[in-house]
């Protein structure tokens, strides 16, 4: 009997997988990766489902499930900027995210907190260069064990090699590399990194810059996700998504000018127009407020997908859709935002036999 990939992704979709294998070891999802690559098979390497969107036809290949679980945790001198001892944390792909963020802040290493209650596990996390709250993997990451799948050799990857970017790294997009394991740089102190997400110090309280106690940080982040849907509750449909279907577009000056005339236009001049630069002189707009401002509000939707009826970045399955529905939703968000504002939205979630 085939394995429904619907039974594996947040999302709740996707057709059969060919074959399906468990991988419980870092050992064991090298070989099958190497022996599915030698039988010519094509490969699917599947965490917790939470960024994917499969094709209704399912995988015409082999899915290896990661469920390695190891974590180790090694002392690594001490940072002279703060003073903070360093350490390492060594995870297996398969180990889930949420829970070692839990550990982490338990055992006071900061880092990771302000990427709480986001699904899925650690060997996603480089591919996407997951991040939320002013936080990104990329600001902890140190190396990632790879397989290589030309050469067939196991390698470590530094930080530099990996080719971070936002919301995106060398291995997104190309499927030369399966993340096997990966090194987190962690300090050791009862405060966070420094709050730099204008909402997170607005909900604490706090100005930007400002350290808080770990267990704080894991608390107020969990609360506004939880708000927006976006920690997973089967009780709740509006969390049966992927996350943020559309990353935030980056402009450069001359677009962004563009991009002000025509929201004045569209909305008036007095409307407040978010954007915010980035160090390399660019600005990151808000693809929530382009979709809220373009006429697509929380639980829009006629047909069995939906925007969230908390957040309206998030499309969800509330039971009953396809991918088929879910990507026609996404399309009409999509052109409706590059109609009113001549911004072309671009897909967060990883496409499986199907393109947006």
């Known amino acids: 009997m085939s394995t429904m990939l619907a039974d594996h992704t947040t999302l709740g979709l996707g057709g059969p997988a060919k074959a399906f294998h468990t991988a419980s070891s870092t050992d064991e999802l090298i070989r099958l990766v190497t022996e599915a690559d030698r039988a010519g098979e094509r490969v699917l390497v599947l965490g917790g489902g939470s960024n994917l969107v499969v094709a209704d036809d399912g995988f015409l290949g082999t899915v290896i499930l990661v469920a390695s679980q190891g974590v180790t945790l090694t002392e690594d001198g001490t940072d002279p900027e703060t003073g903070e001892d360093v350490v390492l944390l060594r995870a297996d792909a ?32 480089p591919i996407q260069n997951v991040g939320a709250y002013g936080q990104d993997v990329s600001q902890t990451i140190r190396e990632v064990l790879v397989l290589d799948r030309v050469t067939g050799e196991r390698i470590t990857m530094s930080n530099a090699d990996c080719g971070f970017t936002y919301r995106d790294s060398v291995f997104k997009g190309s499927d030369r590399h399966v993340v096997c394991e990966v090194v987190f740089e962690l300090r050791r102190g009862p405060s966070s990194r420094p709050v730099r997400y204008a909402e997170v110090a607005r909900t604490m309280g706090v100005d930007a810059g400002d350290r ?87 639980g829009y939707g006629d047909g069995p997908a939906r925007i969230s009826g908390k957040h309206t970045l998030a499309l969800t399955n509330p039971g009953g859709a396809t991918t ?9 968000v999509r052109a409706g935002v590059e109609k009113a504002f001549g911004v072309r939205l671009v897909n967060e979630p990883v496409m499986v036999g199907v393109s947006l």
């Open 212 to 298: 808080v106690p770990l267990e704080k940080a894991r608390e107020v982040v969990l609360g506004l996700r939880r708000g927006k849907g976006m920690v997973l509750d089967p009780a709740d449909p509006d969390t049966r998504s992927a996350g943020s279907f559309f990353t935030n577009p980056v402009l450069s000056p001359e677009e962004y000018s563009a991009f002000r005339e025509r929201a004045a236009e569209r909305l008036g001049a007095e409307a407040e127009i978010p954007g915010h630069p980035d160090e390399a002189g660019n600005v990151k707009l808000s693809a929530a407020w382009l979709i809220d401002r373009a006429g697509f509000t929380k």
């Open 324 to 332: 088929a529905d879910l990507l026609d939703l996404a399309r009409e």
């Open 94 to 125: 398969g180990v889930e995210w949420d829970p070692l963020v839990e550990r982490t802040v338990a055992e006071g290493l900061n880092g990771v907190e302000f990427l709480s209650g986001i699904p899925g596990r650690v060997g996603s996390t």
